[in-house]
């Protein structure tokens, strides 16, 4: 009798161990209306949270005052929120945000706020020196140790027109590498996985609330790079796998497509983890050591595009460029030989009262090679046989 775990264990080794060779652990391609509903409730919540939640802009986006002061002061460390009690009191209205940059003796608390005329700023200075005793240079509290700055949301509607003006160029550009590379199919299945990356990136900066600053623009450009790098990678693999699919009755595109995925699917994991060892570097150093700024927005939308970047390119580019595909008569055409022959070997297996799996891969193998000897002997063309009828080798007669 066979142990249960034992039994389990054992499915469970072969599992990761077909995921890891690549022999079709995963039916991706078999499942794909499930996935396709999966993205769709996700990019429906997405786009309803930016229409209905709006995003959290940064004063560079919707402008201000920022008003900054040492975390050190005469009674110790100054919190955030003692800075903005202090503004409320001496204001009559609260700080729009306050936060902790830096660390140690170094650590600074900013706040920011709607536009502040001069009276305002020197009003909330005398208050936070009264109050807190922020330390200056010297030693000593300080009232030139709190520093104001304006700051104009142009500069964050400049940034923003910069980068939709290089987003355009990048998807053109990589439409016309995609075309030329693979094919006009595998290009729209690249480019509507490289959107949904960029909706769901920006839906869940609307849904958690995190804070977009230009540095956020700019590390949602990087991560299109890397979401396109892994579908051009599962890509190449579906070419090689189906180059002369036309011609064999082995395999449907979809099964061949499901295979390349799952060859290349340890690689996306792979390539997933390591490239987001070094964006979790950035994010501790940017928020424990440095507090808030722009490393930390930078690596939160690269960590949050990676993840969604290698999640569509395995569940979703693959899957389109199979029902893109499967448009063409010929696929279709194709697939149907395949139904033919399975079921016609099956028939003759049970005829034969023999077990037959049409998805055997042994068998399936031989068969292959016996396809690809025929069509390998029909390409070679024919000798033309009448040409040398009747002339015997040797001395032409005269």
Known sequence: MVDDNTTTAGKRDSIFRRLYVGTGAFDVVGKRKRWYLFFGALV????????????????????????????????????????????????????DEAQKVGSGASSTIQLRSDTLDAAEVSKIKEALFRDLGPIGSNGQPSVQAISDSA???????????????????????????????????????????????IVVTAGVYSLIGFEVTPATVIGLLTILGFSLYDTVVVFDKVRENTRGLLGLTRRTFGEAANLALNQTLMRSFNTALIAMLPILGLLVVGYVLLGSGTLQDLALVQLTGTLVGVLSSVALATPLLVDLKMRDPKFRQQADRVAARRANQARKAAERDDDFDPNDEDALAAELRKEKAYAAAASVPARNQKAHKGRPSGKRKR
């Open 44 to 95: 429906l919540v997405c786009i309803a949270s930016m229409g209905i939640k709006g995003f959290n802009f940064g004063i560079d986006f919707e402008g201000g005052t920022q008003i900054q002061l040492p975390a050190n002061g005469k009674n110790g460390q100054i919190t955030e929120q003692q800075a903005k009690d202090v503004f409320a009191e001496a204001l009559g209205r609260s700080a």
């Open 151 to 197: 700051v104009s949301a142009s500069w964050g509607g400049e940034i923003s027109r910069q980068a939709l003006i290089a987003l355009g160029v990048f998807l053109l550009a990589v439409t016309l590498f995609l075309a030329l590379y693979f094919d006009t199919r595998m290009a729209a299945a690249a480019l509507i996985s490289l959107l949904h990356d």
